[in-house]
């Protein structure tokens, strides 16, 4: 067993780097949006949303440069599923209420769109290739665009005190923790990866597995970090817009950077993944559109962590 101690220390060594290095990100990157008095959904879906998953984009890229494009797959779909049973679970929870936002519905559908669209895609295509990453890139694109519209939009007078108070730190000092944030998250994307393949490949646990359980939950500490610190807040925009964009970001740029660099095949129960990535996004429907479900918010958050252990527990099975 001692051959593991070093795959181990690898693997953790990563998990630190990249949650340090995604808390810099983060703060740097906010308080850049702040200063351009961006909205809260804006800037938990493509700041916080976007920047919490840049461990999986980089962890996957680690995954493609190793010759372990299946770690990639898992990592992205894993990372999505966690979002919504884990991390939304554990912040309605801790929250114990929902207030939708404006702005949220919008954001809900754009991802719903997506991962029914990829999903769809799983169906048509055995493997994501150069054209079909391009097209998700391309789509990444456009829907960051009309995020960025819609949180100039949507900026009131109320974030104009935060806005004030981020002023004070400068831009040097947010540009210089987003540069300190990219370079260890790719630190530790590496040592991330490197550990959990050679962990995968001692107890011949397939490489899919090992992306939707060990890869997708480290990646995803970032978020549930950005999440349950917002939801103290009660900035619930900022809570769900983090998931709702991080979801977005993980298929299209996760895996469509990815598919840039080679092509991606879609192993042997990828589709099972992705009705079941479907399925958690789709519970979150009553939450949107009914009243019922947004005063039980602790209930549908206790709901959402029971199903994700209970999905844990059968790949572990």
């Keep these: 067993?001692?051959?593991?101690?070093?795959?181990?220390?690898?693997?953790?060594?990563?998990?630190?780097?990249?949650?340090?290095?995604?808390?810099?990100?983060?703060?740097?990157?906010?308080?850049?949006?702040?200063?351009?008095?961006?909205?809260?959904?804006?800037?938990?879906?493509?700041?916080?949303?976007?920047?919490?998953?840049?461990?999986?984009?980089?962890?996957?890229?680690?995954?493609?440069?190793?010759?372990?494009?299946?770690?990639?797959?898992?990592?992205?779909?894993?990372?999505?599923?966690?979002?919504v049973g884990l991390?939304?679970?554990?912040?309605?929870?801790?929250?114990?209420?929902?207030h939708r936002a404006s702005g949220q519905g919008r954001e809900y559908i754009s991802m719903m769109v997506v991962t029914f669209l990829f999903l769809g895609a799983l169906f048509v295509f055995d493997s994501i290739?150069?054209?079909?990453?391009?097209?998700?890139?391309?789509?990444?694109?456009?829907?960051?665009?009309?995020?960025?519209?819609?949180?100039?939009?949507?900026?009131?007078?109320?974030?104009?005190?935060?806005?004030?108070?981020?002023?004070?730190?400068g831009m040097k000092r947010a540009s210089l923790m987003v540069v300190l944030g990219l370079v260890g998250l790719f630190i530790g994307a590496e040592l991330l990866v490197r550990g959990a393949v050679d962990i995968a490949h001692f107890f011949e646990v397939p490489e899919r597995i090992i992306g939707l359980t060990l890869m997708a939950i480290g990646t995803s500490?970032?978020?549930l970090a950005a999440a349950i610190s917002a939801a103290k807040r009660g900035r619930s925009a900022l809570t769900f817009g983090n998931i709702m964009g991080s979801n977005v970001f993980n298929l299209?740029?996760?895996?469509?950077?990815?598919?840039?660099?080679?092509?991606?095949?879609?192993?042997?129960?990828?589709?099972?993944?992705?009705?079941?990535?479907?399925?958690?996004?789709?519970?979150?429907?009553?939450?949107?559109?009914?009243?019922?479900a947004a005063k039980a918010a602790r209930f549908w958050g206790f709901g959402l962590v029971v199903a994700y252990l209970a999905y844990i527990a059968s790949l572990t099975l």
């Excluded at 810099?24 to 850049?32: E, N, Q, T």
């Excluded at 519209?149 to 009131?156: E, H, Q, Y």
């Excluded at 879609?266 to 939450?287: H, K």
């Design 1 to 83: 067993m001692t051959i593991l101690i070093l795959p181990a220390l690898m693997f953790l060594a990563g998990l630190v780097i990249l949650m340090k290095a995604g808390d810099y990100l983060v703060d740097g990157a906010v308080s850049v949006a702040h200063k351009f008095k961006l909205s809260d959904i804006f800037i938990g879906v493509a700041i916080i949303g976007f920047g919490t998953s840049l461990p999986e984009m980089l962890s996957s890229l680690s995954a493609m440069r190793l010759g372990s494009p299946a770690i990639a797959v898992g990592n992205a779909m894993g990372s999505n599923i966690a979002n």
């Design 87 to 98: 991390i939304l679970g554990l912040t309605l929870l801790v929250a114990g209420s929902f």
């Design 129 to 169: 290739s150069l054209s079909l990453a391009i097209l998700m890139v391309a789509v990444l694109f456009a829907y960051l665009g009309s995020a960025l519209l819609a949180g100039k939009k949507n900026f009131d007078a109320a974030l104009e005190e935060s806005a004030q108070s981020h002023e004070d730190e």
């Design 221 to 223: 500490l970032p978020e």
């Design 252 to 292: 299209l740029g996760v895996l469509g950077v990815a598919g840039l660099f080679g092509r991606i095949p879609l192993v042997e129960g990828t589709i099972t993944d992705g009705f079941i990535m479907a399925g958690f996004a789709l519970v979150l429907l009553p939450l949107f559109w009914t009243k019922f």
